[in-house]
C-alpha cells in the first residue's frame, strides 16, 4: 500500500513521462508494477500521446461533420449530407458552439457542397476497395482443371439453360446469356465435352431498336463463328412505357448457343448437375 507521498511522486514522474509521448505500457516499465486503477488515476486528466491512438475508419466522416456544422448546417442537414445517423452527428459536434441561423435555402446549398466534396474523395476511394477485392479474389482462382471446367460448365448450363420438363420434355442444349465471358466460359465446356464447333448454331436476341447487325458482328467475332451459324435474331418489341436502361453502343442483346443432335449432351448435363448438387449435400 503507497503513502500519500508515494502516491504524489508517482502521479509526477507519470504525468512527466506521459507529457514525454510514453504509452501506458511504457510508463508501467518504467515506474514498476502497479494496478490499472492505480494508472488512472495518476494519468487522470492526461490525454494521451497521437501516436497511440488507433486509426478510426470514421475519423474523415468526423473531421466532415465538424466542417460542416461550422458552416452552419443542422444535424439532420450533416447527417443526410455524409450518410450517418443524427446520434453519430450530435457526438462528433457537440462541443462546437451553435451556429448562427441560416436561411433553410443557404443549408441545403450548404449540404450539398460537403456532400460533395465528401463523395469526390470517398467515391474513388471505395472503387479503389471493390477492385482490390476483386482482384484478389480473381487471383484465387487460377487456371481451371478439366474436371473444374466441367463442374463450371455444368452449373453454368442448369443457371442458364433451357430445361426440360415432365410436362414438356424437350432434350436440347440451349444456352443463353448476355455476359460475354459467361458465353466464352460455356463454350469451352463444349470443346471439353467434345462438341465441334461447327455443329452449334447461334440467335442473337435483342430489342428492336438496337444496332443489330452491329451486335451480330460483335457476337460472331466473339465466338469465332461464321454468318451461316446465324439464325435470324430474335427481336424484343418495345414497351413505350418501359425505361429501358440497356442501351447505346454497348448493349448487343443476348447471344443463343444451341447443339445440333444434343439431346445425349443434355442427357450428360442433367446427370452431372444431379451428380454436382448430391455431393454438395453429402458434404454438410
Known amino acids: 500500500m503507497r503513502t500519500p507521498q508515494e502516491l504524489a511522486l508517482l502521479k509526477e514522474r507519470a504525468v512527466t513521462l506521459r507529457r514525454q ?4 505500457r511504457q510508463i508501467k516499465e518504467i515506474l514498476g508494477p502497479m494496478s490499472n486503477s492505480t494508472l488512472d488515476e495518476a494519468l ?20 466532415t461533420a465538424r466542417s460542416l456544422r461550422e458552416e452552419g448546417l443542422d444535424y439532420e442537414e450533416i447527417a443526410a449530407a455524409l450518410g450517418v445517423s443524427k446520434s453519430s452527428v450530435s457526438l ?5 458552439p451553435l451556429p448562427a441561423r441560416l436561411s433553410y435555402a443557404e443549408c441545403r ?10 463523395w469526390a474523395t470517398e467515391r474513388p476511394a471505395r472503387e479503389a476497395r471493390r477492385a482490390a477485392a476483386r482482384e484478389a479474389a480473381a487471383a484465387q482462382i487460377g487456371a481451371l482443371t478439366d474436371r473444374e471446367l466441367l463442374i463450371a460448365g455444368t452449373i453454368a448450363y442448369w443457371c442458364e439453360g433451357a430445361k426440360s420438363k415432365p410436362h414438356r420434355l424437350a432434350e436440347r442444349v440451349s444456352f443463353i446469356n448476355s455476359d460475354p465471358g459467361l458465353i466464352l466460359l460455356f463454350l469451352r465446356f463444349l470443346d471439353q465435352v467434345g462438341v465441334n464447333r461447327d455443329s452449334i448454331r447461334y440467335r442473337v436476341h435483342i430489342h428492336e431498336t438496337a444496332e443489330v447487325e452491329a451486335a451480330t458482328r460483335y ?12 439464325h435470324r435474331p430474335n427481336l424484343k418489341r418495345g414497351n413505350p412505357r418501359t425505361n429501358r436502361k440497356n442501351v447505346g453502343a454497348e448493349y448487343r442483346g443476348c447471344l443463343q448457343i444451341c447443339v445440333a443432335l444434343g439431346s445425349e449432351l443434355y442427357r450428360q448435363i442433367e446427370g452431372w448437375a444431379a451428380g454436382i448438387i448430391a455431393a454438395a449435400k453429402s458434404t454438410r
Open 92 to 96: 462528433w459536434v457537440r462541443s462546437l
Open 21 to 24: 509521448g510514453k504509452s501506458r
Open 109 to 118: 446549398k450548404r449540404a450539398a457542397e460537403g456532400a460533395h466534396r465528401y
Open 44 to 63: 487522470k486528466g492526461e490525454p494521451p500521446p497521437e501516436w497511440t491512438r488507433r486509426p478510426n475508419a470514421k475519423d474523415e466522416l468526423r473531421a
Open 219 to 230: 457476337w460472331a467475332g466473339l465466338v469465332g463463328a461464321t454468318a451461316q451459324q446465324f
